[in-house]
């Protein structure tokens, strides 16, 4: 079975302090992806990756960076965080046109 | 999503009985794949589909990408099948569409 971790799982930060979550994956696959989840609704997407020290922007990128330093790791980035970024946020990973492997999700709460 | 129209939003079932969810997608998309949120919050895979149908025990998915929609079936639903249900489709950009979900719950 495919292997997504995410860290930290929980975290409360401070309103426009910085906060990096991170993903790594053992699966070897080439598609990394972050997902932002409000109560009640399905995922966003945040950013994507589709190989090492290359990101793209999925959906709503706005006020969000992301980090793909190797194929094993993703970081997404908030650098000023706002209250409105509180959320679930979700990490998978994927082969091209296939299963996309979710990790356990990490639940952020702005102050 | 815009992009994505899932339904019902919720759903009550007795076990022992069935149902269909459905997405609709306004474009056309190359995949879709089917989860389930349960009460931890974990997303479980249950199916990727390129085209046609597949089953895994009691469910059953279809996705037709001509018409734009793609279908579970639950049939002889069990206590477990409680939680939200997600499609998630894959546009032909490598972009990937959420429906909002479908809350369902099996009741004894």
């Known amino acids: 079975e495919a292997a997504v971790t995410q860290s930290p799982r929980s975290k409360v930060a401070v309103t426009g302090g910085k906060v990096t979550l991170s993903c790594h994956q053992t699966?070897?696959?080439?598609?990394m992806y972050w997902y932002r989840q409000d109560t009640g609704h399905g995922l966003r997407l945040i950013h994507y990756s589709y190989v090492a020290d290359s990101t793209e922007k999925g959906d709503i990128p706005d006020g969000y960076k992301a980090s793909r330093p190797s194929q094993e790791n993703f970081s997404l980035i908030l650098e000023l965080a706002s209250l409105s970024q509180t959320a679930v946020y979700f990490c998978?990973?994927?082969?091209?046109?296939?299963?996309?492997?979710f990790g356990p999700g990490t639940r952020l709460l702005v102050l | 999503g815009d992009q994505v129209e899932q339904s019902p939003s919720a759903l009550s079932l007795h076990e022992g009985t069935g149902s269909a969810l459905r997405c609709n997608f306004t474009?056309?998309?190359?995949?879709v794949q089917w989860f389930q949120q349960n009460s931890r919050g974990s997303l479980i895979n249950l199916f990727y589909?390129?085209?046609g149908t597949k089953e895994n025990g009691r469910l059953k998915s279809t996705f037709n990408s001509k018409e734009s929609y793609s279908t579970l079936h639950i049939r002889d639903a069990q206590l477990e099948d409680s939680g939200t249900y997600f499609c998630a489709a894959e546009a032909g950009n490598n972009r990937i569409f959420f429906g909002d979900g479908t809350q369902l719950v099996v009741k004894p």
């Open positions: 998978a990973s994927s082969d091209r046109g296939d299963t996309q492997y």
């Open positions: 699966n070897n696959h080439d598609y």
């Open positions: 474009t056309t998309m190359r995949a």
């Open positions: 589909l390129a085209s």
